[in-house]
């Protein structure tokens, strides 16, 4: 990762660090709070599997435990309460009818839309009440933040 030639000192980047971390986890309750108030109300590891799923339907029950970074046992637990809520569907995949895909149903979709729409709703009202300069300054450095992450995620691979 190419990084900025403006060091700070440790102590002004740990505050800085401490001050993202907490505002990371105001985020954070933000936005497991958007979850649609009515049933089922999934937990954060359901949540990941559906968006996981809607990313790449059709996933094995392998691939989908390791994109949302859960075990296997505990991706199968999570899969069969959403199969059972009538959020995720198992079927056979186009490629070998033998192996076994997850999708949302139309019900999951649903329930994933609302969710995501009730999270930018949300976002958006926070939004709000900050001044528009610090607004666009905000989406800057978040745009500068996701690079900065993905870059890190390259660096292990």
Do not use: Y
């Not at 599997?49 to 989908?64: D, E, H, I, Y």
């Not at 390791?66 to 569907?89: D, F, I, Q, T």
């Not at 490629?95 to 949300?122: C, K, M, N, T, Y």
């Amino acid at each position: 990762m190419q990084r900025h030639s403006a060091e700070w000192p440790a102590d002004t980047l740990r505050e800085a660090a401490e001050q993202l971390a907490a505002a990371g986890e105001a985020i954070a309750a933000l936005m497991r709070d958007a979850a649609p108030p009515v049933e089922p109300r999934l937990s954060p590891h359901g949540l990941k599997v559906l968006a996981v799923v809607s990313a790449r339907p059709g996933r094995n029950l392998t691939s989908v435990a390791a994109a949302a970074g859960l075990g296997l046992p505990r991706a199968s637990r999570v899969c069969a309460g959403l199969e059972s809520a009538g959020l995720l569907l198992r079927r056979p995949t186009a490629d070998d009818r033998r192996a076994i895909g997850l999708q949302l149903s139309p019900e999951g979709r649903a329930f994933l839309d609302r969710f995501r729409r009730r999270r930018v709703d949300r976002m958006a009202a926070v939004l709000r009440r900050m001044p528009a300069d610090q607004r666009g300054a905000l989406v800057a450095a978040l745009g500068e933040l996701v690079l900065a992450v993905a870059a890190m995620g390259t660096e292990r691979s």
